[in-house]
C-alpha cells in the first residue's frame, strides 16, 4: 500500500510553487510512503520515522474519518477554490487509486499528535536508513541475482549536478545473463570479464550469507563506494553490504573463474557535486532511491517516464510528487 496524507497550507504552497522562483518545494506537512513502503512523516520540513504497523493505523484512522471520495483533482491555481488550506488523501492499493475527502483541520490535528509520538526528527542519514532498511535472506536456499560494488551517484541528478551522461561509478558487478554467471571487475580503468563456472555458484551463496549476516547502512555519501546484493530475482530484494569485503568476494570469485577478456574503460569519468537539490523530502537517496527508487544502474534524465518532470525525484503513483509537490502529467 502507498499512501500520500497531506496538510496543505495554501499560502505556503504558493509561495512554495515558484512565488519566490526556482524549483518548487512540498511544503506540505505528510505523512507518505517511500518506494519500499516505508513510512516517512515529515512535518514542518523535518521528518520523523513511523513504524509500517503505525502507519498503516494511522491511515485506517484517517479513513475512518474521511467523508467521501472524490477523482483526485486538487485546485492548483488562486483562488484554490476560495480555500485556505485542504486535506490530500491518498490511497494506493492493488492497483486502485483512491482520493478521499476530509476535513483539513481534523487532519492537520491528526499530523500533528502523530509527530508528537514519532520521538526525535531524522538527520539525513537516519531517513536514508529508515527508508531503506536492509531485509534479511530467506532461511535455506535463495535466488541470487547479483552482487555490486560502485561509486554512488545520486539517481536522477541531472547534468547540471552530474555532468555525464553516464558516468563512470567505477562499478564491479556478479550478476546472470542468459542463465550464464558473469563478473566484472574494475582495476582502475580496466574492467576484466569472468566466466563463473556453475560449480562454484553453491560456494558463491554461502559466502553471499556470511556477507549478508552483517549488513552494512543504507545511507552512503556521494563519491563513495556502496555495496549490495540483490536476490530473489531480477526485481527483488536488496541488501547492503560493507564495499571492503565485498570487493573482496568479487577478486576471490574472480581467482576461481575463467578470464574472458579485457577491456580500457572510455566512458565519461566520475563527476562529483552537490546533489541535495534531488533529494527525498531534503536528504540524498541511496541508489535504491526509491520509488522505485530502486534502479541501481544509470542516472535517470529527468524527463523520463516515471520521474517528476519538475525534480527528477522517482512517480510515487500519485498525482502529486512527494519530494517536491509539483503534478505529474
Not at 174 to 186: D, P, V, Y
Request: aromatic share 10%; with cysteine; glycine share 10%.
Amino acid at each position: 500500500m502507498e499512501v500520500y496524507i497531506g496538510y496543505r497550507d495554501y499560502s505556503k504552497y504558493e509561495q512554495a510553487m515558484g512565488g519566490m522562483g526556482g524549483t518548487p518545494v512540498n511544503s506540505d506537512n505528510r505523512l507518505a510512503t517511500a518506494g519500499n513502503g516505508a513510512y516517512l512523516l515529515t512535518f514542518d520540513g523535518l521528518d520523523y520515522a513511523v513504524s509500517d504497523e503505525r502507519g498503516e493505523k494511522f491511515a485506517e484512522e484517517v479513513l475512518a474519518k474521511c467523508t467521501g471520495k472524490h477523482r483526485g483533482f486538487f485546485p492548483e491555481e488562486p483562488p484554490y477554490d476560495n480555500k485556505v488550506s485542504a486535506a490530500i488523501v491518498e490511497i494506493h492499493k492493488d492497483r486502485e487509486h483512491s482520493y478521499y475527502d476530509m476535513d483539513a483541520g481534523e487532519l492537520l490535528k491528526m499530523l500533528t499528535a502523530l509527530r508528537d509520538e514519532s520521538g526525535e526528527p531524522l538527520d539525513r542519514c537516519g531517513v536514508i536508513n529508515h527508508c531503506y532498511p536492509n531485509p534479511k535472506l530467506p532461511e535455506g536456499d535463495f535466488v541470487l541475482s547479483s552482487i555490486i560494488h560502485q561509486k554512488y551517484i545520486p539517481d536522477n541528478a541531472p547534468v547540471s549536478v552530474i555532468p555525464a551522461s553516464n558516468p563512470d561509478k567505477v562499478a564491479s558487478e556478479f550478476r546472470f545473463s542468459n542463465g550464464e554467471a558473469m563478473l566484472e571487475i574494475r582495476e582502475d580503468n580496466i574492467k576484466n570479464t569472468y566466466h563463473v563456472p556453475d560449480e562454484l555458484i553453491p560456494e558463491i551463496k554461502e559466502k553471499v550469507k556470511e556477507l549478508c549476516s552483517d549488513p552494512a547502512e543504507a545511507y552512503v555519501e556521494e563519491g563513495d563506494f556502496e555495496s549490495y546484493v540483490r536476490f530473489g530475482g531480477k526485481d527483488g530484494e536488496r541488501i547492503f553490504t560493507d564495499p571492503d569485503r565485498t570487493i573482496e568476494l568479487l577478486k576471490e570469485i574472480a581467482s576461481k573463474s575463467v578470464l574472458k577478456g579485457s577491456e580500457e574503460v572510455k566512458g565519461a569519468p566520475f563527476y562529483g557535486g552537490s546533489a541535495s537539490f534531488f533529494t527525498f523530502n531534503g536528504v540524498p537517496g541511496p541508489a535504491s532511491a526509491p520509488m522505485q527508487v530502486m534502479s541501481p544502474e544509470p542516472a535517470v534524465n529527468p524527463q523520463a517516464p516515471g520521474v517528476c518532470r519538475y525534480c527528477g525525484a522517482p512517480r510515487t503513483g500519485g498525482k502529486f510528487c512527494t519530494e517536491c509537490g509539483g503534478k505529474y502529467e
